[in-house]
């Protein structure tokens, strides 16, 4: 049996189009995979990223000119400069091969750990809007998807036209999750993220399911984490059994333990961890000790507390399933899948969730959690067959090495087109932070000249400016310096459409980048589709038909076809400004305003060209586009 | 089904043996190639239908090119089934046709009694009858009568004439020859376009003459055909074109007992009586679309579309292409529609911009119609008549009014004798009534005055003026016109065959007045109570149009709107006006060969067949062309840039394939947009051609 192919996690259906999505990932969403596979899929776009240069120009014209629809409506949210527990590895962020991405995807991050899995897809469709909700145990990594197996619930909601609270509240705790973590991500975030909510303000939440988050959050103030996994079954008949798998355990003590119990309201002799002895292939890898790990003090405070350890076969258990039924022996992924299942008498809930096994995921008692966490509960049956551990070992590891506290918190630079603006938060007040913008590659990079600010907490909170007003090259990131302490962070690009327009496509010559990004304009309003060397999509063949010798038996004569051509991608250019008109988003409408000035200049110069069937019909598109531009102006 | 054959003497059409005989004994009227096939395929038919042959058939299909004679060839044929004590009816298409058939068989009249024993005289002829029809009678009615239930098409045989207009399952006529043609017990039919548009209407003319047993390979080649038009990827072009091939010779093979059909490629003996067609087509040339008649025609198809009702309507009629008539009513007409449009103000602006481009094209004529006009005029400067056809009417009346502006004939006399004294030397060279002569029967008894009111138009200052064109020199007095009318050979011809001035005037009389043509004598009759004779040149107008104009539509005075009978005799006639604009109405079945072999087809129709009906007007046996030994010239006009030019290449392939595929060629709006797939049949069609054209051969009578 051949291996799944991890890309057709990620396909849509080619009749939805996508408006806006929402992610949220632990890492910094790795670029590559983005560009090259989550995105193109979701776009459905029509071409694949191809080494010719040529057609690479197309893919990457007609990528940016879908990211440049839904600029502003692609958010990615992850960690700042924290840490995840477990793990114990402290955020890298290797050189991005497409750093050009975070002019369209807003990437935000938030002070402290971001560990959910969240997908949020607004679909349109003919019939109507829809709204994707996934929440998974993957992060927005080609390795999340190729070389691990992940849990993850995935709901289609179709959308009201109209808001109401009442079914906003049906969510429940995703509501203030999804709150919480915009103001985490600063005021741009926030104002962002709202728009999601006012999307699930829209539907209402499927039966039957529940939302079980983390945030981080003050001792006893709210109820987050462990507190709302212990909601999910009502009280009373018979004892709460909690079966767990995740590949990290945390630094669990008895008392933690003991206080995490209580909060979900569990016997801790009730409590099962599916774990692997030390001879399962997930016990090597990672960093030597393998990529499942429990420090041995946690195992000890599980036993000690009177939890079991059951084991997950594996190779050597002969006809047992690696994983479970649909995971072949010879399948090389590991599981980085975190799924918790309640049992209560006949109740009986499955969560699958981003939170490992750890107090920072779930917060111990009083204590509240340290991440963003999410999951989904529902009623399912354990999914998988366990068997006892002897005479086999559990695999154990060393405790993590904890380390040094991030000393710059976060950071979130923006460029208005005008100048760029950092906003930064670091522990502690010396050495000196200091903030440089880059600009590319071959550029020198701007410095910020920054003011400090110690807030209530002790933190250092500083703001710098600087002046760039070039459309080429744009400030790729900012990089921020506080001794040893390195952070960079994208900017984010929040220049005015019209100013946006005149960035040139990105991975393309720039010679070429206006010509490709005409032919992709009227591709996506229905004009011939753009081919490599044919960029303007126009026929090259001499003055059409009768004077090039074309089939005497096409009918077809050649101005009609060019001037009909270019009339229907004036009528969908149309047709879209029509079905805007109701929703009221400006900045669609400023977008759909620049391409028909652009398709008006585009025919205008195509209208001077010396072969009369080209010509005339673009001259008449030209003018016709021109009409409907002022008609629109004028009506608003 | 077996038939079971008609009680036909075999030894009374011996006489078809001998075709030279007959042509003698109709004083050499027939020419003596022509005459010879057309007796060989008579004899050929009443074999294939008789009893004493053992195998006869129920019917035959008799599918000659147009202008080959096969209402001659249909004559014989009735006349020897009457002779035989058969009843024989004839379906002829209209009451044009049906006059025609009365005069074939009565031309056949007094030959045959020299040259059978048949004892026929006119008292056989029921022309236009419909009461009970006794044995040895030949009677003559249209396909209007039999779908009205006037006629009953009990007979020995029926002969069907422009047989392919009952091709269609939905129309009347089918509809009644499917019920009752059965009450035939043979049928002889005509077309030359047996298998015209879809070889699919083939099999009802199949199922008419009892050839079912050939129906299965006529679908076979049908459905073969109608895949080739459809998209299909990677086929292989050199195999399908040999197994159209194959299925072809297989259609004809079965086909072969029923069918018989002859080409003018297929007869080069021939063609001297029927004229050559030139080597070259006659090359009208025309500007093509400027940049400023593009932009309308491009304003005009956005406009429509922006305010279309149901959004199926046409937006590129091929009438935009050819005239700027019907572009002013069509972008008028959507002045009503701007508000309803989805866009008002943009439909607006769209609708004043067109208007503003026609206000500025239309101060010229339209550059076809002004290629056209001067390409005629230089054409009858020297002397020749000329035939256009239009496809819509409105087109040919803009046609008409460009022409009548650009072909004007100064009315004057430079002999100075002034009409009195023209009317006094016509009136001595015109027959009179009670002069001796065949047609004296066949006169109506007010011959005189209409013979009065020939006189006048004779004699009128155009007419005068046309025929002093052709005099050779200017006459001083009386006596020197007389001769001159008397020994003038018409419009400068100098051959044998020509007719004289006055030759031809007795004859263009003889025609007119004949007593058949009632609707020309109701004319003629009206016009002696002061109407207007067609195609009078009074104003020096040298045009004329026949058709029926739309209702409401005011016409002009060179329009003649009535029977087309006056203006087939006039134009067959070397007098009245010099060029004839006309519609399809008169593209089947008519003569208009007698004294033009010039053919313009200003439109179009997509169906190849039409194309080829309209060729055969001027393409017949005595035609103008074989009489003055010049080539039969067709034009086919194009206005490059448009829609129109492509109509014209496209009906250049089909006519190439139409003979080949057995006319198989699909009928193509001119709407429609076509592909590249259709360079993919041409291939395979090439490929085919040359087996298909032997296997056509076998339907021929050798």
Redesign the interface.
Known sequence: MSLPEWRHALSASPEHRLEAALFTTYEPADPAFLVEHLLPSLLNLSREPNEATASRALYFGELALELERLRGKLLVISSGAGEEDGGGTPLSRPPSRYPWLWRYVMPFTVDGVQHAKLWLLHWSHEEGEYLDIVISSTNLSESAFRDQIQAGWRAQVKLDPRRSDTRLRTWGPLVPFLQALGTAGGENAAERTAHFLELLARAECPEGVSFVASVPSAPGRERWGARLLGDLLPEGRGPLHVWVCAPYVGSWNTNSLAAWCKAVGARPDLLKLAWIDTGHPWAAGGSGEGVWRMPRSAHTALVESGASLSRLGHARDESFSAFHASHSQADPRWSHAKFYFLRRGRERRLLVTSANFSPSAWGQGERGPRNFELGVAFDAEWPLELLPFEPYEPHLTSEPERPAPAILLWAQATWDGRRVTLQARSTQATPVLTAAVHLGPGQEPLELGLEYQEDEAGRLQCRGVVRWSEPHPTPVLVRLSQGEAILEVPVLDLRPPEEFARTPLPEVDPKLSEEIRDALLLESYGGPTAEPGRWAGVREEGS???ASGA???????P???Q??AW?EVIDNW?KRWNAQAGHGDEQERTRLKLDGTRLAALFSRKAEQEV??Q???A??AA??LR??LK?MSRES | MRAEGLPLDGRTWRFLQNPDAYCEASGWRLAREPTRRQFATAAEILHRLSRGNGNPVRGVLLADDVGLGKTTVAALVAWVVAGNCGNVRVLAPNSVMQRRWAEELEAHLEPLARRSNFGLDSSRLKAGKVDRLHPGRVQVSTHQRLVGGQVNPSCDLLIIDEAHRAKGEACAFNRVLQEQGSLARAMLILTATPFSISLGEFRQLLGFIGADEAIGAVQAHAQLLDDLHRDRAGRDVIALGEKLAGTARAAIEKLSPYVIRHGVDDLPAERRHFGEVALQPWEIPVEPAS?GE??L???T??LL?LTRRTGGERT?DPRFHVGWEHLCSEIEATEERLANAE?E??AK??HD?AKKQLGLCIQRPHPKMAAVARAISSRVDAHEKVLVFCHHRATALELLHQLSQELRIKPRDPSGLGERKWREIWSGLLRVPSDEGPAHSRWPSDVEQLREVFLDWLCSSGVRAQVTRWLPRVPRDAPALTELLRTTRVRHRPEDGVPTIAQAANALFESLVDSRSTSTLQLLRSISAGARFPGAMNDGDRTLGAWQPNEGTVHPLNLHTGQPDIVISLFNSPFGPDVLVTTDRLSEGIDLHRCCRLLVHYELDPSPVRTLQRNGRIRRVGSWASLTRQPIEYAYPRF????D???V??M??RLECFDLLLGGVPK?D?E?????R??D??RVLAVAQSQLKSANRKLTVR
Do not use: C, H, M
């Open positions: 059409g038909a009768f089939s005497p038996s096409d009918y077809t004569v101005a009609f076809a001037a009909r009339f149309q009369l069937e010509r005339v019909p001259r008449l003018e016709e009409w409907r008609e | 940049e593009l932009e025609l491009l304003r198809d956005r579309r590129n866009q103000a943009i602006r769209s911009a490059d840039g448009t829609r030019a492509r109509a290449e496209i250049k392939v193509v001119v429609e947009e076509l592909d590249s259709q360079s049949v041409s």
